[in-house]
């Protein structure tokens, strides 16, 4: 069965901080890749998505992800975080055709 | 403002009671999508509907039912035979469905049992 791993349950950062969140995944294929944030008691609200083109996507709130089709990998970057970023982080996976997959979720925690 | 309104926002239910969990979208989108979110495990699809008047099983189905009677409304019910309902329940919708289109989410119903 498709799975979407995420590496880190709980990642705790002090603010300035660089985060890189992992993520990957075990289709084949061509493939979707989305990055969602769910700030406390609100909402997930989705932060970047991948189809095609530049494997380099850049989010809202200064967010990055690279797409890495050897590694089957959609990494979450962001150079400098802040007390505002602490959140679950959830990557997620879809094929054409096919339903969204989501990862276990990233805890983050950034500490002022 | 367009958006998803999911409600109420805490349910409880007792032993061998039906409950029912309300998800309204004005978005004018085509799919939605009822998940449930279990700490650790992100979320799990348990239906999907891609046209009013139809739907899917999704991977944890068993214990709950759907309707889909109007394009803006996808009811939820968590029925006696679902067991461990104690969750946070998330609807979401998309303008078509099929993966290729990002999903919009509602703030979530949490139900626990009495």
């Known amino acids: 069965a498709q799975s979407v791993s995420q590496h880190n349950h709980h990642v705790i950062l002090s603010e300035a901080a660089s985060l890189e969140l992992g993520c990957n995944y075990s289709y084949g294929g061509t493939v979707n890749l989305f990055w969602y944030v769910q700030y406390p008691g609100q909402h997930l609200q989705l932060l970047l998505k991948y189809f095609s083109g530049d494997p380099l996507v850049k989010g809202i709130k200064g967010f990055e992800a690279e797409f890495i089709k050897s590694k089957f990998s959609f990494n979450l970057r962001k150079p400098s975080v802040q007390w505002s970023d602490t959140a679950e982080y959830f990557c997620?996976?879809?094929?054409?055709?096919?339903?969204?997959?989501f990862g276990p979720g990233t805890r983050l925690s950034v500490l002022p | 403002d367009g958006g998803i309104t999911q409600s109420p926002k805490y349910l409880f239910r007792k032993e061998g009671q039906n409950v029912t969990l309300s998800c309204e979208q004005n978005l004018n989108h085509d799919a939605m999508y009822w998940y449930r979110q279990d700490p650790g495990q992100g979320l799990r699809l348990i239906y999907y509907s891609q046209i009013v008047n139809d739907f899917q099983k999704g991977d944890i189905a068993e214990g709950y039912s759907v309707s889909r009677e109007k394009k803006e409304s996808f009811p939820l019910t968590v029925t006696s035979a679902q067991k461990n309902p104690t969750a946070f329940y998330l609807c979401?919708?998309?303008?078509?469905?099929?993966?290729?289109?990002?999903?919009?989410f509602g703030d979530g119903t949490r139900l626990s049992i009495l």
């Open positions: 997620a996976v879809s094929r054409y055709g096919q339903n969204f997959v």
């Open positions: 979401a919708s998309s303008i078509e469905g099929g993966g290729n289109q990002p999903q919009h």
